[in-house]
């Protein structure tokens, strides 16, 4: 079920702004509305975000992610199409309603930190629960828990000038965290940061995320972040969403040149997994199958080994060539006796840089399993590497307008 849905929005900043749509809609384009000194930020934007997931919108600067981002809580009224939170469409709230629903419902983590100098951190990450009108004692204790959860125990009575920017940026997410809200919207919350600090921010949110299991929509222009976090991904041009997909959807297929810019470079081995790269496992049988039938298959796929399965499919072990010769010479009726438990297994979701060391160790093809020991599928090391060697074609620079 969607937690966040939009419906066709559009964000269009100058006069006559509603006729301005019209015009997008009958197929001018945004430089055209530009000429007349109107700004289209957002257009005909739809997507839906599931309960539970990170759903990350990411683009150039300008291509209208962060407005975007502000019209899901309000604080940009769309020019036209819904924002439903839960099935309630937001745009039709009034202002006191907005206000209610992101006490309650929804909270922001910002990119320049937004936290109050004069204040403690402990004060600092009270301060929505404060808003809401939470008693002292009760908003602080829950404050103090929130700082724990992001690694700032013992930080409460500090102030946010004696403390580095990452954790600063922990104190922003631990008043998120302390709203105690389903929804959380985070805006380049990471960008200002320093490369190390950042990716432990991103561990720090990815823990978070196992335990907590909120629905976070993220905005960033960084793909490898965004790779790394989105268990969905909006891409963003000119005020436009191009492609929504999985990371591994947009790596392998890219919708257009300008999604297949951001993934040329992208280090593939960290994005992809196991699943994305295994194939079927056709060089199987059964535990009653005999020697002589098991190297027939071998001849077949072309490969020096067979999986044995049951008949669920759940993996037992590995027959090899020169076991099955030798136990067809000797006149075995099945393969039971010669199966071999020495297999390389792996899970789907294994990122293929995890792939490298247990592929070179074995002769063998890796095993795609799942947690009740089906086989799913097999990665030869051939495969692996030509996995790898996909390269999207090389594209022009696109350069976007100014931040929308």
């Known amino acids: 079920m969607a937690t966040v849905r939009a419906e066709k929005i ?10 301005a749509v019209h015009q997008l809609e009958s197929g001018a384009s945004r430089s055209d509305l530009a000429a007349a000194g109107t700004t289209a930020a957002v257009i005909d934007a739809s997507f839906e975000v599931a309960d ?10 300008g291509s209208g992610k962060s407005t975007l981002i502000r019209m899901l809580n ?5 020019t036209s199409g819904d924002v439903y939170i839960n099935d309630e469409d937001i745009t039709k709230m009034s202002q006191r309603q907005i206000r209610e ?8 983590v910002f990119q320049h930190f937004a936290l109050f100098p004069h204040r403690s951190v402990l004060d600092n990450a009270a301060y929505a629960l404060e808003i809401q009108g939470v008693e002292k004692e009760a908003r602080r204790a829950k404050a103090k828990e929130a700082l724990g959860l992001v690694g700032l125990e013992g930080w409460e009575n500090h102030l946010p000038d004696q403390l580095s920017g990452g954790m600063r940026q922990r104190v922003g997410l631990a008043r998120a965290l302390a ?7 985070m805006d380049e919350a ?14 720090q949110l990815l823990s978070l995320q196992a335990e907590l299991g909120k629905t976070i929509i993220f905005i960033t222009h960084d793909l490898n972040e965004a790779m790394r976090l989105g268990d ?7 005020g436009r969403i191009v492609q929504i997909g999985t990371a591994e959807d947009i790596l392998n297929d890219p919708a257009n040149d300008y999604v297949a810019q951001f993934v040329q470079d992208v280090d593939r081995a960290k994005v992809l997994s196991a699943t994305s790269v295994m194939e079927r496992p056709t060089s199987t049988i059964g535990t009653n199958s005999g020697p002589r039938a098991a190297l027939k298959v071998m001849r077949e796929m072309q490969h020096t080994a067979v999986f044995v399965v049951d008949r669920q499919g759940t993996l037992l072990g590995v027959v090899e060539d020169e076991a099955a010769a030798e136990a067809a010479r000797n006149g075995a009726e099945t393969v039971s006796d010669i199966i071999s438990n020495d297999i390389p297994e792996v899970g789907p979701e294994t990122a293929v840089y995890e792939l490298f060391i247990p592929s070179a160790e074995s002769r063998l093809p890796l095993a795609v399993v799942d947690e009740n020991r089906k086989l799913l599928g097999i990665v030869p090391r051939a495969t692996l590497l030509s996995a ?7 594209v022009e620079n696109v350069r976007e307008d100014a931040d929308a």
């Open 74 to 78: 309000g604080l940009l009224p769309a």
């Open 52 to 61: 539970g997931e990170i759903f990350v919108v990411m683009g150039l600067s």
């Open 10 to 19: 559009y964000k269009v900043f100058g006069r006559r702004a509603r006729d």
């Open 388 to 394: 790898l060697g996909q390269n999207t074609k090389p």
């Open 232 to 238: 969905h991904i909006a891409v963003m041009r000119e």
């Open 101 to 108: 629903m992101r006490q309650r419902r929804m909270s922001m």
């Open 179 to 185: 709203a105690d809200t389903d929804i959380l919207l």
């Open 190 to 203: 990471f960008s200002a940061l320093d490369p190390l600090i950042r990716r432990d921010m991103q561990d």
